[in-house]
């Protein structure tokens, strides 16, 4: 499996992405192509003691800029990495491929790029979400903040399909995230969407209020990109603010502090269950080759981890999986 | 000041409400007048050895149903204690109305019976949430799932004279949520809406990302009622799975009990400030009464607060603010 890794996206960019790309070809059955300016590569390389053996490198001179308007990856910035790395997957020049820049430019360079599977409308981005006693895929979260009914549909097949395939969830639970459970809740995209799940192949739960997603409600959560943003980073905030509170507790003085040390096993345990860079990157689903959007953030682990899921992705067939479902929803006359 | 209160509105109605209006009578300086089944209210009060000393009761002989069509209040139930409440309050026979019955059927009642403040386009709920090191107003989190420019730009308005008047916060900071924080970020209303906040005559500190809402981010946070939905039910969702898995960490073995055990006082402070009985219901913002609705599972203390929440509202001369605010907008030219 030949995984290709943009070397120059993300705030810890290129130190964390070829160390956790070390990482990857030490402990993965994979091999890494990285794409980037080759003299920055090697000397960062050099200057860490990073080994580059068995990884290749093809050079890209540009970087893209995170405040670029994202379709500037096909004009001004087409030989960044990440517009380079896009380029080798869609000449089949690797199995899948890893970055950790620009989400806008990313979903655009993958949507017109690599390109879209036939038949679906719009990709979607779908992160893993921990949640107490499970994990859901929130779909999607960013890429589309204006969506219609039918590409909601689709990204419940579409999520459904990744979390059977990759998690190991069997008939995942898809729900419709919405305000109220009742199916005359919400606005008109979600009336008709619930209209459209109910007809679709998956295992439709209906709508799910927002409360019930960290307590394990649904394996797959669809929205609109605005809310599937909101439901993310609402969750990032919170989980550290609360973590950050509980930690004032533990540090309030000697007393606490000794406590505090006999409950750290557990707590560790804990904050690992919460910990993103455990799941890797998100999936931009309806991409017609395994693309995985790291988050900016990614440090060495999240990147080695997001190689490791993008190896999975392309190794258990998501993408075929998605293209025959698409295909069986055609000959009964299902719409999607 | 004479609040009116419904008995039969929430879960846990009418026993915490009785409890909670007795609290309130001998606390506050207000009085209260219940409105709901007379007979079961006395019923009620005597078997639990509440006194009803000083309170009024205004008969009803409904209570609105939960899954009724929420118009339905000012046909089929006009003689629920919500609306007999309604039309007390839009009489003139009290200074402020409080219930934790059904949302939709309090908004249309609320809308229609009392009536909205000239010139505000729609009511808005407003509840208080707590953040780390600071609260926040959301608005609007549910009464209207689909809005306008000038709605949300109200919404801000209205806010911010509460948050400045009730809250005793100096010259709130109004943020629009949205999914990054430049003005070119999000779709078509929330693009308006930046563009007619920064006219606005409150401190617009421009987008606000949900990540930073539980940071203390801004003190006003201007949203449709869906995100604003998602946004309130995720926090409440969140904080307590959240909580939960920390019992867990704590009730492990004897050691991490005994741990636990002196962690408890700041715990139970930390705790605390997430609260949400503590800054009693939402009030419905742009009605030209002050009109609280209370969560629905609110117990005794959180409608003593909510009544307490009303008596102010209606004391501080919060909706008289937000006509003039109106009014100065029409003045200088200024669009809400």
């Known amino acids: 499996m030949k995984i290709i890794v943009d070397a120059f996206g993300g705030d810890n960019a290129p130190l964390e992405v070829l160390k956790g790309c070390r990482m990857a070809a030490d402990e993965l059955q994979v091999s890494v192509v990285l794409t980037g300016d080759e003299a920055a590569i090697r000397k960062c390389a050099g200057e860490n003691g990073i080994s580059l053996d068995g990884m290749e490198i093809v050079h890209a001179s540009q970087v893209m800029d995170m405040e670029a308007d994202p379709t500037e990856i096909r004009t001004a910035y087409r030989d960044s990495s990440m517009a380079v790395g896009m380029r080798l997957l869609a000449?089949?020049?690797?199995?899948?491929?890893?970055?950790?820049?620009?989400?806008?430019?990313?979903?655009?360079?993958?949507?017109?790029?690599?390109?879209?599977?036939?038949?679906?409308?719009?990709?979607?981005l779908a992160p893993i979400i921990p949640s107490a006693g499970g994990k859901f895929a929130l779909v999607d979260c960013g890429a589309n903040v204006e969506c219609r009914p039918e590409m909601l549909v689709q990204f419940g097949i579409m999520g459904s399909i990744y979390m059977e395939k990759i998690l190991g969830v069997k008939n995942p639970r898809v729900g419709l995230v919405n305000v109220g459970v009742e199916e005359t809740k919400g606005d008109e995209l979600r009336l008709e969407t619930y209209r459209r799940l109910q007809l679709a192949p998956v295992n439709f739960i209906g709508n799910v209020e927002a409360r019930e997603l960290p307590k394990n409600g649904c394996d797959v959560a669809v929205c609109d990109g605005f809310t599937?943003?909101?439901?993310?980073?609402?969750?990032?905030?919170?989980?550290?603010?609360?973590?950050?509170?509980?930690?004032?507790?533990?540090?309030?003085?000697?007393?606490?502090?000794?406590?505090?040390?006999?409950?750290?096993?557990?707590?560790?345990?804990?904050?690992?269950?919460?910990?993103?860079?455990?799941?890797?990157?998100?999936?931009?689903?309806?991409?017609?080759?395994?693309?995985?959007?790291?988050?900016?953030?990614?440090?060495?682990?999240?990147?080695?981890?997001?190689?490791?899921q993008a190896a999975r992705i392309a190794g258990e067939g998501v993408i075929p999986e998605i293209e025959k479902a698409l295909a069986q929803m055609k000959e009964t006359g299902g719409e999607a």
């Open 228 to 308: 599937g943003n909101v439901i993310l980073k609402l969750t990032e905030g919170l989980s550290s603010a609360l973590i950050g509170q509980i930690k004032g507790v533990f540090y309030k003085n000697i007393g606490t502090k000794l406590a505090a040390l006999c409950l750290k096993k557990g707590m560790m345990e804990f904050k690992k269950t919460m910990d993103y860079t455990e799941y890797g990157g998100s999936m931009l689903i309806g991409i017609s080759k395994p693309v995985i959007k790291a988050h900016g953030s990614s440090n060495a682990k999240a990147f080695k981890n997001a190689v490791r």
């Open 91 to 124: 000449d089949g020049q690797g199995d899948a491929f890893v970055s950790a820049g620009s989400t806008g430019a990313f979903v655009v360079g993958a949507s017109t790029i690599v390109r879209r599977i036939k038949g679906i409308k719009r990709a979607a």
